[in-house]
């Protein structure tokens, strides 16, 4: 272990050296910044923001609603930047140097584009908008709640990937992403066009897109297990074993499905909902990739796909319902 690590330093050294020189980057272009980013997965926190927003109908506030949406982009982004910067510095994103654009890391870090203090500065910046937008909310709304459950996001945010939690590195990951991505979303997009939190009616509508997010996730640290655990990362992954961790994906695609009937039940959700557990046609397809290409990474990336559109198919139904 200290001779893998020792490698993996010489490397980053090696890499600093090269994008860096006196604290200038190359290769700076839209395109490698929205790579960097990786502003496509922002539709999952779009989506789950929408939904919450989206319950109180016919009362919107479509301010209200920017600010709102502004600050989650921002510190989704701002997470994301901060992911890699994580991976990087540990060494888990130089154990493979490919980009597979679901999971892995963007590797822009490995192929001389950026540093990881670009990483790291871009971040900051994207958290400070944020914050911005947070500000601005705490004026029109009169209420602090917005920016106290900010400090707390952005703290979670932070300790997913970085010192002093690391909560992805110690099976604490995959329970962030279920309640920022869920729960937090959720209830405060319904909370800055209501005014009320917490609020039941709002939880338990984030709980389809929470465990849906939660599935994506795990989906995608399947095939990096290897690498992750080498490094000392121990994703949920590690629990069940790579070969038998199928088996967890299926069990939170089952209480996405729950959840859905659920609120059905509670009268939370119409009928325009049940059509968003068409879900489970690309989420069996994933489940079977996961149990039978596990240890092959390019098959994998079709299962991160699916799973990806499992939560958009579930997301879109439920807003859907919202809006008729």
């Given at each position: 272990?200290?001779?893998?690590?020792?490698?993996?330093?010489?490397?980053?050294?090696?890499?600093?050296?090269?994008?860096?020189?006196?604290?200038?980057?190359?290769?700076?272009?839209?395109?490698?910044?929205?790579?960097?980013?990786?502003?496509?997965?922002?539709?999952?926190?779009?989506?789950?923001?929408?939904?919450?927003?989206?319950?109180?109908?016919?009362?919107?506030?479509?301010?209200?609603?920017?600010?709102?949406?502004?600050?989650?982009?921002?510190?989704?982004?701002?997470?994301?930047?901060?992911?890699?910067?994580?991976?990087?510095?540990?060494?888990?994103?130089?154990?493979?140097?490919?980009?597979?654009?679901?999971?892995?890391?963007?590797?822009?870090?490995?192929?001389?584009?950026?540093?990881?203090?670009?990483?790291?500065?871009?971040?900051?910046?994207?958290?400070?908008?944020?914050?911005?937008?947070?500000?601005?909310?705490?004026?029109?709304?009169?209420?602090?709640?917005?920016?106290?459950?900010?400090?707390?996001?952005?703290?979670?945010?932070?300790?997913?990937?970085?010192?002093?939690?690391?909560?992805?590195?110690?099976?604490?990951?995959?329970?962030?992403?279920?309640?920022?991505?869920?729960?937090?979303?959720?209830?405060?997009?319904?909370?800055?066009?209501?005014?009320?939190?917490?609020?039941?009616?709002?939880?338990?509508?984030?709980?389809?897109?929470?465990?849906?997010?939660?599935?994506?996730?795990?989906?995608?640290?399947?095939?990096?297990?290897?690498?992750?655990?080498?490094?000392?990362?121990?994703?949920?992954?590690?629990?069940?074993?790579?070969?038998?961790?199928?088996?967890?994906?299926?069990?939170?695609?089952?209480?996405?499905?729950?959840?859905?009937?659920?609120?059905?039940?509670?009268?939370?959700?119409?009928?325009?909902?049940?059509?968003?557990?068409?879900s489970l046609i690309p989420a069996v397809k994933a489940g079977n990739i996961l149990r039978s290409s596990y240890f092959d990474k390019h098959a994998c990336i079709q299962s991160?796909?699916?799973?990806?559109?499992?939560?958009?198919?579930?997301?879109?139904?439920?807003?859907?319902?919202?809006?008729?």
């Open positions: 272990m200290p001779e893998i690590w020792s490698r993996c330093w010489e490397k980053r050294k090696e890499i600093n050296k090269a994008v860096v020189g006196k604290g200038q980057i190359r290769h700076v272009t839209i395109k490698y910044l929205l790579e960097a980013m990786r502003l496509p997965f922002a539709v999952v926190s779009v989506i789950a923001f929408l939904l919450g927003s989206l319950i109180s109908l016919p009362r919107f506030h479509a301010l209200l609603f920017c600010m709102g949406l502004a600050a989650v982009i921002a510190t989704h982004l701002g997470a994301n930047l901060i992911n890699d910067y994580a991976d990087s510095s540990t060494g888990v994103d130089w154990q493979d140097l490919t980009a597979y654009g679901f999971f892995g890391g963007s590797k822009l870090i490995q192929k001389k584009i950026f540093s990881e203090t670009f990483y790291l500065r871009l971040a900051l910046v994207l958290i400070a908008l944020a914050f911005f937008a947070v500000i601005l909310l705490v004026i029109f709304t009169h209420s602090l709640t917005a920016l106290w459950a900010f400090a707390v996001i952005a703290v979670l945010a932070w300790g997913y990937s970085e010192k002093p939690f690391r909560f992805s590195y110690h099976g604490l990951g995959e329970i962030i992403i279920f309640l920022l991505f869920g729960p937090a979303l959720v209830m405060g997009g319904y909370f800055i066009q209501t005014g009320i939190y917490p609020s039941a009616h709002a939880f338990c509508l984030s709980l389809p897109l929470g465990f849906a997010v939660t599935a994506v996730l795990f989906a995608n640290e399947i095939p990096d297990f290897p690498q992750d655990i080498l490094m000392g990362k121990r994703t949920l992954v590690a629990f069940f074993g790579q070969s038998r961790a199928f088996i967890f994906y299926y069990v939170l695609i089952a209480f996405a499905v729950a959840s859905i009937l659920l609120n059905i039940a509670l009268g939370y959700l119409g009928f325009l909902s049940f059509f968003s557990l068409l991160s796909r699916l799973s990806l559109l499992v939560y958009n198919c579930i997301g879109i139904f439920l807003v859907l319902d919202m809006l008729l």
